[in-house]
């Protein structure tokens, strides 16, 4: 758990059960983040430059976010045709557009313009100021979508956009770069490149690209990344949900500098200042110290039959949100794994479930039961863990 000394650069700390994400940093030293609560409902923090925090409440799930020209915030809403926007003195407006609507709007333009992928990368829809629905094409060949995520979109530094697709390419206004990996996340730098972060392989690299589409790919040292930040400097800054960051310089020099809390997501406000979130804090610059350390987890390692009606035991070190997966080796797997999900006052036990067609083919034939558990923390230290049980007569 961090420190005391570690909470100085706190500006939000929500419950076990609650979970911040979404983190935007504004022109003018404040910043956005989402705030997703029980039930359902997502409120959006509003943290002024001068550290008070104003919430906007009670949105649906709220899609994508992006910053427009005057500091405001802007999400895709409960429907295609409508939008959020939260300005920065705090307060919510929504905004109907008409059909079919910007899923998530990722991207702004000075001229006050909001501007979104297609799933498969091949159109852009540009929204106006007027409201106006325009659809371009972004010089992509339709690609395969990931699931639920979209194509990533930024704006780059001269005003151009630069857009990634699944087939390892990306484009600004005539450019068109081969990466060497696919695109997880970019930022854009100040001269008109972008940072490129590539999960396909181990460890994680980072790809600065200049705007005349020149490259250089630098390794990350250490493993799973989950966000990048441009810095002023030309740097970019690496999140690995870890107690450190890590700089490298558009030479590929890396540094791993120490950070106030286990950061998931990162961004650089209009001043140069660093902000710094993760599932259960957003924190304002590098102050203070942080442990990191997630609850430790316990599961048997074989069960027997009748026991595995009630559920296999695991055991969390301490006070945590934990949810637990489970899946039987069997022919006829359940079609989508129900988890089970438990808020923990204290170090203690529970029971995870297993779905009741996967036991009755089991008690036909013995077998293994692979459990898969993810804690998370007051610290928003979030840590992952498999387990394989056996289940004996």
């Given at each position: 758990?961090?420190?005391?000394?570690?909470?100085?650069?706190?500006?939000?700390?929500?419950?076990?059960?609650?979970?911040?994400?979404?983190?935007?940093?504004?022109?003018?030293?404040?910043?956005?983040?989402?705030?997703?609560?029980?039930?359902?409902?997502?409120d959006?923090?509003?943290?002024?430059?001068?550290?008070?925090?104003?919430?906007?409440?009670?949105?649906?799930?709220?899609?994508?976010?992006?910053?427009?020209?005057?500091?405001?915030?802007?999400?895709?809403?409960?429907?295609?045709?409508?939008?959020?926007?939260?300005?920065p003195?705090?307060?919510?407006?929504?905004?109907?557009?008409?059909?079919?609507?910007?899923?998530?709007?990722?991207?702004?333009?000075?001229?006050?313009?909001?501007?979104?992928?297609?799933?498969?990368?091949?159109?852009?829809?540009?929204?106006g100021?007027?409201?106006?629905?325009?659809?371009?094409?972004?010089?992509?060949?339709?690609?395969?979508p990931?699931?639920?995520?979209?194509?990533?979109?930024?704006?780059?530094?001269?005003?151009?956009?630069?857009?990634?697709?699944?087939?390892?390419?990306?484009?600004?206004?005539?450019?068109?770069?081969?990466?060497?990996?696919?695109?997880?996340?970019?930022?854009?730098?100040?001269?008109?490149?972008?940072?490129?972060?590539?999960?396909?392989?181990?460890?994680?690299?980072?790809?600065?690209?200049?705007?005349?589409?020149?490259?250089?790919?630098?390794?990350?040292?250490?493993?799973?990344?989950?966000?990048?930040?441009a810095?002023?400097?030309?740097?970019?800054?690496?999140?690995?949900?870890?107690?450190?960051v890590?700089?490298v310089?558009?030479?590929?020099?890396?540094?791993?500098?120490?950070?106030?809390?286990?950061?998931?997501?990162?961004?650089?406000?209009?001043?140069?200042?660093?902000?710094?979130?993760?599932?259960?804090?957003?924190?304002?610059?590098?102050?203070?110290?942080?442990?990191?350390?997630?609850?430790?987890?316990?599961?048997?390692?074989?069960?027997?039959?009748?026991?595995?009606?009630?559920?296999?035991?695991?055991?969390?070190?301490?006070?945590?949100?934990?949810?637990?997966?489970?899946?039987?080796?069997?022919?006829?797997?359940a079609?989508?794994?129900?988890?089970?999900?438990?808020?923990?006052?204290?170090?203690?036990?529970?029971?995870?479930?297993?779905?009741?067609?996967?036991?009755?083919?089991i008690?036909?034939?013995?077998?293994?039961?692979?459990?898969?558990?993810?804690?998370?923390?007051?610290?928003?230290?979030?840590?992952?863990?498999?387990?394989?049980?056996?289940?004996?007569?």
């Open positions: 758990m961090c420190s005391t000394s570690a909470s100085a650069a706190d500006v939000l700390r929500v419950g076990l059960r609650e979970e911040v994400h979404g983190l935007l940093a504004g022109p003018d030293g404040g910043a956005y983040a989402q705030v997703e609560r029980p039930g359902g409902k997502t959006v923090a509003r943290v002024l430059p001068d550290g008070r925090t104003v919430l906007a409440r009670g949105f649906p799930l709220l899609d994508g976010g992006a910053l427009g020209p005057d500091g405001s915030a802007w999400y895709g809403g409960d429907r295609r045709s409508r939008l959020v926007r939260v300005d003195a705090g307060t919510a407006h929504t905004v109907a557009v008409p059909e079919p609507g910007l899923l998530a709007p990722l991207a702004s333009a000075p001229d006050g313009t909001l501007w979104g992928p297609s799933e498969e990368a091949e159109t852009l829809t540009r929204l100021p007027d409201g106006r629905l325009e659809q371009t094409a972004s010089g992509h060949d339709p690609c395969s990931r699931g639920l995520d979209r194509p990533p979109l930024v704006r780059a530094a001269d005003g151009a956009l630069w857009l990634a697709d699944e087939c390892r390419v990306l484009t600004r206004d005539g450019v068109v770069v081969e990466l060497p990996g696919g695109a997880d996340a970019l930022a854009a730098d100040p001269t008109g490149g972008v940072w490129v972060l590539q999960g396909d392989g181990y460890p994680y690299e980072v790809v600065h690209v200049t705007a005349d589409g020149r490259l250089l790919a630098t390794t990350l040292p250490r493993g799973s990344a989950s966000d990048i930040a810095a002023p400097d030309g740097s970019v800054w690496v999140a690995f949900r870890r107690c450190t890590t700089r310089g558009a030479d590929g020099q890396v540094t791993n500098v120490p950070a106030p809390l286990a950061a998931k997501e990162l961004a650089f406000d209009g001043t140069g200042q660093l902000w710094l979130a993760n599932r259960a804090r957003l924190a304002r610059g590098l102050d203070g110290t942080c442990d990191g350390s997630a609850p430790r987890v316990r599961v048997p390692r074989r069960t027997s039959l009748a026991a595995l009606r009630r559920g296999i035991p695991v055991t969390v070190s301490g006070r945590a949100h934990v949810t637990a997966y489970t899946t039987a080796d069997v022919k006829e797997p079609f989508s794994a129900t988890p089970t999900t438990r808020t923990l006052p204290r170090a203690g036990r529970f029971r995870a479930r297993v779905a009741y067609s996967e036991r009755r083919q008690e036909r034939s013995p077998t293994t039961v692979r459990v898969v558990v993810s804690v998370t923390d007051d610290e928003g230290n979030e840590e992952g863990h498999e387990f394989r049980v056996r289940v004996t007569r």
